[in-house]
């Protein structure tokens, strides 16, 4: 080793003994670890000045751009690093035959509207839609009473609390399942949208080449009693971004076929359906808690 790599080594290794009396061992391992990984970056990379003095102005812009309620810039750079994702997949290294988890995303507002099975929750433009399918138990009993929250960006690709121009309640709303499980949603076909670019997440993109694109999907978080929750979303099997999803979040088991349909289909009447529809059909399994 040549001197100065010595000198480098032995400030790890002092930093990393700074830590060593830290009293509740989670923090300690944590700490330990980060310290270790950050320098090894660091110590490959060997930034200039100019660079390290970048680096902290894109994290200063990153907590910058937050406004503490809707937009959070850092939820967005674990995203497009992949870090929303594998935080997901170690915690729910669940049941063989439970649906797939994946990112919540900033988008989720509570409190939206109670609606009955099979209500249509679009009040914007688009191509209607049926979702349905049951709710289940991982050995295929279904869970009456469920509740499905569900949130999808109208046509124009923004969410309602993103577009002043939409209701609040547009293409949001909670189904709860009925007695053998079934539930069933009313809305329009889910379009692909660009995740935000105006902030540094956006011109880390745009230096990578990497485009800021979502395949089109419905979000739901779904909660019964005695299960665990599951936060998930269903894709358009089409989508020309399933392939390069910009945060990650495509799962094989949660792409979708929408079959089209004539209005004269039995689901027509059934739904209210005046006009050709595309429909939907996904079981969820739910694991016990
Ligand atoms: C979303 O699907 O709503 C989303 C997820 C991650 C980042 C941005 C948007
Ligand atoms: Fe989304």
Redesign the pocket.
């Known amino acids: 080793m040549t001197p100065e790599k010595t000198q480098e080594t032995r400030i790890t290794e002092r930093v990393l003994q700074s830590f060593a009396e830290t009293p509740e061992p989670r923090i300690r391992e944590l700490m330990t670890a980060l310290i270790r990984h950050l320098h090894a970056f660091v110590s490959e990379v060997e930034p200039s000045e100019a660079e390290w003095l970048a680096a902290i102005e894109f994290l200063t812009a990153t907590g910058q751009m937050c406004d503490g309620h809707v937009r959070q810039e850092f939820i967005l750079l674990s995203d497009v690093l992949g870090v929303s994702m594998l935080v997901d997949a170690i915690n729910h290294r669940q049941v063989e035959a439970a649906t797939d988890t994946t990112v919540f995303?900033p988008?989720y507002i509570a409190g939206m509207p109670q609606r009955q099975y099979g209500e249509n929750m679009a009040q914007t433009e688009g191509e209607p839609a049926l979702i349905h399918g049951r709710v289940l138990t991982p050995d295929g009993y279904p869970l009456a009473h469920a509740v499905l929250d569900v949130w999808?960006?109208a046509a124009n690709g923004m969410?309602s609390g993103q577009d002043g121009a939409q209701p609040m309640d547009n293409l949001r709303g909670r189904y709860r399942t009925d007695a053998q499980g079934r539930y069933a949603i009313r809305t329009t076909i889910p379009v692909s949208y660009p995740i935000p670019t105006d902030g540094p997440v956006g011109r880390l993109l745009d230096a990578t080449r990497r485009h800021p694109w979502?395949p089109a999907?419905v979000?739901f978080l779904i909660e019964a009693e005695g299960h665990r929750r599951l936060v998930t979303?269903l894709f358009l099997d089409e989508d020309l971004y399933l392939a390069s999803d910009a945060v990650f979040g495509v799962k094989e088991s949660l792409k979708v076929g929408f079959q089209a349909c004539s209005a004269d289909h039995p689901l027509a009447s059934e739904f209210g359906f005046e006009q050709p529809f595309r429909v939907g059909h996904y079981d969820f399994v739910l694991e016990a808690a």
Do not use: S
């Open positions: 995303g988008f999808q960006a969410y979502r999907h979000h979303h």
